[in-house]
């Protein structure tokens, strides 16, 4: 909390410190009461709570509620407070909102007490986040201290500065290959893209086109394995599976993902790349062609390699397993240091302040993220208590008539709108908790549900109102806001497809014998789909060109099974043709901005 604007400097600090003072002394004391009392309320005075008890779990209910607001606004404490509101006063709502009403003593004791009810500030979400989640944002900081995300981004530059068209792509690989262990959506866009986007608009591509390709690929490091997003592991935890697997079966999407954003970002860069405009160039000169040690990145590599041998191959506990990826990331270093650096030097120079700083900045994200999960957790605790999650899976089922396609929709249209107002998180905890049961009792396996909440609540990251992603990217690019979002949604489409795609054809999840043909079917049909949207042509001829590609790629992922081989093979021709021409052409062919 930062001091009162009407305060003085100094005053303002003295105000600060008065007000965290009780605030530590507070959460410290509810900390060391239940850590003394756990066992006690769990086996021998459930049901019989003291006014201690009541207390304490008021005061980790403010804190969870007003700790959230804190870091990521006022929306998601405005949904809960307005679920508590709902819990004592549920006589008053008409319908099917209507129930008895809980005092204010179970709101507390559904929210705070009860640990074996698996909801509330101390329930199964915070859990996932305090250990889980912990132990990869740790690492994630301790990699961002050691300069790792520095390395990505000098080896992508070398990489792609020799090809014409390479500078945007950049931005994709780099923000996907921090996204593999960073795993949050609007970190990624500060790290990656305080480069990429000025490195873009540099080189002629327009403020708001730069913002957009940045928001677009640093989304995906909610996807991206091995880390991929809070999300996924929450999901880990409710179907009951090692994360390894959520991980495996996570590569798929991921990679059709971001060819479909690379194809997007390969249409503007052929529009915009090469023609620099003065009035978006930036002064911030590129990154010069600095040497690149092959040892920079010795420790991340040998620390993802623990990691995949650990948990791919022995199923080591996610904890362990972190652990050990921290640990030869830290080695490592260490030996490197020692090789590359001369003998009279320390090889362990800047190690402590390295270690410092990274190990702070996990610690801060993952005090953030479980503060969120305790938030959520209230939310969860009075739908499921007050029985309104029940009742809005049957509302949703009665709207859908028991059609399969409508109820997808409503499904889809109701994690969006979370979304559009909650953190990816809370979209998808809210959505599964009413859908996962109703889509079940349809027949659609349980693991596809989840993938495609996951994914829907991800669209989040790049749709107005909130889109955290294009809030930065639009800070750091100096353009508009919903300007970003716009170009945001039709260069990362496939977030909007791929949910849909999981139902249609279930085995790029479930890993079955199809998986193959369904991966080079989805990719031929989405690739035909990101044509449609992002090519410029002149005129109504172009317009009618590019709803045939959109068409067509619509044909061969959604239209089975005559017609998604007729898809597959316009899709196939459209993408041969139009590459070859566009290459062949340049931007001639394009309309400028």
Request: charged content about 10%; proline content about 4%.
């Amino acid at each position: 909390m930062r001091p009162n604007g009407f305060f003085d400097q100094k005053l303002g600090r003295r105000y600060y410190w008065l007000f965290s003072i009780p605030v530590v002394v507070l959460a410290a004391a509810a900390a060391f009461y239940f850590r003394n009392e756990y066992y006690s309320l769990l086996y021998e005075r459930m049901g019989d709570y003291s006014m201690m008890d009541y207390f304490f779990g008021l005061v980790l209910m403010v804190f969870a509620i007003f700790f959230t607001g804190v870091v990521y606004g006022r929306i998601l404490p405005t949904i809960t407070l307005i679920a508590l509101v709902y819990a004592y006063f549920g006589w008053v709502f008409p319908g099917f909102l209507y129930h008895k009403g809980l005092s204010i003593s179970r709101i507390i004791v559904i929210s705070a007490t009860e640990f074996n009810a698996g909801d509330g500030v101390l329930g199964t979400l915070p859990q996932i986040g305090i250990t889980w989640i912990a132990i990869f944002t740790i690492f994630a900081g301790i990699a961002s201290g050691f300069g790792s995300l520095d390395y990505i981004i000098k080896v992508s530059y070398h990489i792609f500065r020799k090809f014409q068209y390479g500078i945007p792509q950049i931005a994709v690989i780099t923000s996907m290959s921090f996204g593999m262990f960073s795993g949050s959506g609007a970190a990624n866009v500060a790290g990656t893209g305080s480069f990429t986007i000025p490195l873009m608009k540099r080189y002629g591509v327009p403020p708001w086109i730069a913002g957009a390709i940045e928001s677009v690929a640093s989304s995906g490091g909610q996807v991206m394995p091995p880390v991929m997003g809070a999300a996924a592991f929450v999901m880990a935890s409710y179907l009951g599976k090692y994360y390894w697997e959520i991980v495996i079966i996570g590569f798929i999407p991921a990679i059709i993902f971001y060819a479909c954003v690379a194809l997007a970002v390969y249409l503007y860069s052929l529009q915009f790349l090469g023609r620099r405009d003065a009035a978006v160039a930036e002064e911030v000169p590129p990154l010069q062609a600095e040497k690149v040690s092959l040892s920079e990145g010795f420790p991340l590599i040998a620390a993802i390699g623990v990691l995949v041998v650990l948990m791919g191959v022995f199923w080591l506990d996610v904890m362990l397993a972190g652990f050990f990826m921290i640990a030869a990331y830290l080695v490592v270093w260490v030996i490197c240091q020692a090789v590359r650096l001369e003998k009279k030097r320390d090889p362990g120079e800047g190690f402590g302040r390295n270690f410092l700083k990274g190990a702070v900045s996990g610690a801060e994200t993952t005090a953030a993220i479980t503060t969120m999960l305790a938030c959520i957790g209230v939310i969860v605790a009075v739908l499921v208590q007050t029985g309104l999650a029940q009742k809005l899976s049957f509302a949703i089922v009665e709207i859908a008539g028991g059609n399969r396609e409508i109820l997808i929709l409503l499904v889809g249209g109701l994690c969006i709108l979370f979304g559009m107002v909650a953190t990816t998180v809370a979209a998808y905890i809210l959505t599964v908790t009413l859908a996962a049961p109703v889509l079940l009792d349809m027949g659609i396996p349980l693991l596809v549900t989840h993938f495609s909440v996951f994914y829907f609540a991800m669209i989040g990251l790049i749709t107005p109102p909130v889109a955290p992603c294009c809030a930065v990217a639009s800070g750091i690019a100096r353009a508009g806001f919903l300007h970003i979002s716009w170009y945001s949604m039709k260069i990362g489409i496939a977030l909007v497809l791929l949910p849909f795609v999981f139902f249609y054809h279930p085995d790029i999840i479930l890993l079955g014998p199809q998986t193959i043909k369904e991966f080079f079917t989805t990719g031929l049909g989405m690739g035909a789909m990101i044509l449609g949207l992002n090519l410029h042509y002149r005129g109504g001829t172009g317009i009618f060109r590019r709803i045939i590609y959109f068409a067509a790629g619509a044909m061969a992922v959604f239209v089975r099974p005559t017609g998604g081989y007729v898809g597959i093979a316009l899709c196939g021709s459209f993408l041969a043709w139009e590459l070859y021409r566009l290459r062949d052409k340049g931007s001639s062919s394009l309309l400028k901005p």
